[in-house]
Structures are given as C-alpha cells and as structure tokens.
C-alpha cells in the first residue's frame, strides 16, 4: 500500500504561482511514476504531468514552459512548480504513483486562480 498526502494549494490571482507537494509513505520501494493530474468542475480528469523513475517528464500541452515536475528519490517526494498560473487552471489536483502496476492517488488539493 501507498499513501500519498498533497500539499501546497491554494487561492492565486492570475499570472502568480504555486507549489504543490506530494509526499508518498507505506511500501514505497516499488514505486515507478509519480505525478498530476487535475479535474475541474464538470470535465474529466485530466493529466497535468508526469516524472518517471529515471527522471524523464511528461507535461500535458496547456501546461508546457509554465510548470515544472520535479522529485527527490529520496524521500519520495514529487513537486509542482506553477507558474503564469491562469483561470482555467483552476482544478482540484491530485497527486499520482505508480507501484508496480497498481495506481495510487491522493485526496486531491484545490488550486483556484482568480482572474
């Protein structure tokens, strides 16, 4: 098991920034990709990003040259660094990893971007 806990939303007018983290416990040993994803009200959810164990990242297009994913090993933690955020990135975001190949989200943490 993998319990994952977020960190770091908030309220944001536009064009500021935020940081999001997600800190994983229990078995974590096996875990492969960490990462993002967000659903705003009434649409699905979506991907927002993605860092492999190796460290290669996967950035959904809406996001590109305004966020960044990052991670340390160590703990294991993955980061989310926004930035120019705007008001259709507000969403509730939910931290992701996957161990072997069984799926593990967050409760989610709400970022609204005011405009």
């Known amino acids: 098991q993998v319990q994952l806990v977020e960190s770091g939303g908030g309220l944001v007018q536009a064009g500021g920034s935020l940081r999001l983290s997600c800190a994983a416990s229990?078995?974590?040993?096996?875990?492969?990709?960490m990462g993002w994803y967000r659903q705003a009200p009434g649409k699905q959810r979506e991907l927002v990003a993605i860092?492999?164990?190796?460290?290669?990242?996967n950035l959904a297009d809406s996001v590109k040259g305004r966020y960044t994913i990052s991670r340390d090993k160590a703990k294991p933690t993955v980061y989310l660094q926004m930035n120019s955020l705007k008001a259709e990135d507000t969403a509730v975001y939910y931290c992701?990893?996957?161990?072997?190949?069984?799926?593990?989200w967050g409760r989610g943490t709400q970022v609204t971007v005011s405009s």
């Open positions: 860092i492999t164990r190796g460290g290669t990242t």
């Open positions: 992701y990893a996957r161990y072997v190949s069984t799926a593990y």
């Open positions: 229990g078995t974590i040993f096996g875990i492969n990709d």
